[in-house]
């Protein structure tokens, strides 16, 4: 199988980053780390419970073996939160943890969140011809099975927390009222997975812009406000969940809003 522009090696201070891109319809970027003692997974896709499926969604499992990144040998699962398109792949299709020696990792407040089973997405005119009425109804279910399907490997932290040595957790709330962002530094190089905080990168020019699916508009709004702010300050790399693969930039100030300007090295896509 070859992998061509669906997983991109680069590096942050001593840790070999690679960015694997789960679906081929719509941009889904996920991150493996590897610091030298762990290897470090943030959010795992889509996984198989789309109906009808789909042979262009749900592709981190196939792509990390055909990196030679071996399952098994995941150490941490971080979960930016808990929607369905980050959290499914945590699973096999047996009901099994898809990383059988990973610690997985979600927030306190993301899964008090999700463990009151909330009407995540309702149809409705707004989402017409983006979800479907059963697509909605996966986003409300999938989640919490997911969730009590890793029980016994579950860690809740509350943001600020270190994770690993160079791994620290977020507050990024807004989207999900656990949401989190994660911070990654080695030496003196960083960068942040800011999950959903950010889709189509031409939006942030737009200061009043919100996802469609945000739980809470103006939380994420002041939350975009506050860590992109603080990106541009400190030129830190971005990467970001639905912007397009690699999903890596950065961020500088344009007007009231943001502008986006996309990573741009001479590391080659696998």
């Given at each position: 199988m070859t992998i061509e522009n669906v997983a991109f090696r680069f590096e942050i201070g001593n840790f070999n980053c690679m960015v694997i891109r789960d679906a081929d319809d719509g941009n889904r970027n996920t991150l493996l780390i590897q610091t030298g003692q762990q290897q470090i997974l943030i959010d795992t896709g889509i996984g198989h419970d789309l109906f009808p499926p789909s042979p262009h969604l749900g592709l981190l499992m196939d792509r990390l073996l055909a990196a030679g990144i071996v399952p098994a040998e995941i150490d941490l699962v971080l979960l930016s939160h808990a929607d369905f398109d980050h959290i499914c792949g945590a699973v096999d299709q047996?009901?099994?943890?898809?990383?059988?020696?990973?610690?997985?990792?979600?927030?306190?407040?993301?899964?008090?969140?999700?463990?009151?089973?909330?009407?995540?997405?309702?149809?409705?005119?707004?989402?017409?011809g983006f979800l479907t009425e059963n697509l909605c109804q996966l986003c409300c279910d999938l989640p919490p099975k997911r969730l009590a399907q890793l029980n016994n490997r579950l860690e809740l932290i509350d943001p600020g927390s270190e994770i690993a040595p160079g791994i620290r957790a977020i507050a990024a709330p807004g989207h999900t009222p656990g949401h989190m962002a994660i911070n990654i530094s080695s030496g003196d190089e960083q960068m942040r997975f800011v999950g959903d905080l950010i889709y189509d990168p031409d939006d942030i020019g737009n200061i009043e812009w919100h996802s469609a699916v945000d739980v809470d508009p103006a939380q994420a709004a002041a939350t975009r406000e506050q860590l992109l702010g603080q990106a541009a300050s400190d030129q830190t790399l971005l990467i970001a969940y639905h912007a397009p693969f690699p999903g890596l930039g950065y961020v500088s100030r344009q007007g009231l809003g943001w502008k986006w300007t996309a990573y741009k090295s001479d590391t080659d896509f696998l």
């Open positions: 047996s009901g099994h943890p898809a990383f059988p020696s990973a610690r997985y990792i979600v927030s306190r407040e993301e899964y008090g969140y999700w463990s009151a089973r909330p009407k995540r997405l309702i149809p409705s005119a707004k989402f017409a």
